[in-house]
Nanobody, 120 residues
């Protein structure tokens, strides 16, 4: 069973930055598709970004495009999400998952989540 562990969440002011990390034990990390999703209070889980490691192609949801960057360290098997110009509406629990573009109910594994709070 694949293990995914997020870290790096916390609090930030609007306009600030945070970087999330997701440590994995995926055997074929270099060929994996990996995704960040988030869930705000009282809302459903929302897709944020996906990276296809083998092709090195990234996809972003419209609300985060131009502000968030998904990337990986293939040697360390870590997935990252650099979040810049944060907005209060980015407040959510952020999850990493092994899987490509949605639908997310087909994903192989999920992390436990890390809280991000954006407020002044």
């Amino acid at each position: 069973e694949v293990k995914l562990v997020e870290s790096g969440g916390g609090s930030a002011q609007p306009g600030g930055s945070l970087r999330l990390s997701c440590t994995t034990d995926i055997v074929n990390f270099g060929g994996a598709a990996l995704t960040w999703a988030r869930q705000a209070p009282g809302k459903g889980r929302e897709w944020v970004a996906t990276i296809y490691n083998f092709q090195d192609v990234q996809y972003y949801a419209e609300p985060v495009k131009g502000r968030f960057t998904i990337s990986t360290d293939k040697d360390k098997k870590i997935l990252y999400l650099q979040m810049d110009n944060l907005k209060p509406e980015d407040t959510a629990v952020y999850y990493c998952a092994q899987g490509g573009l949605p639908p997310m109910d087909e994903y192989d594994a999920w992390g436990q989540g890390t809280q991000v709070t954006v407020s002044s």
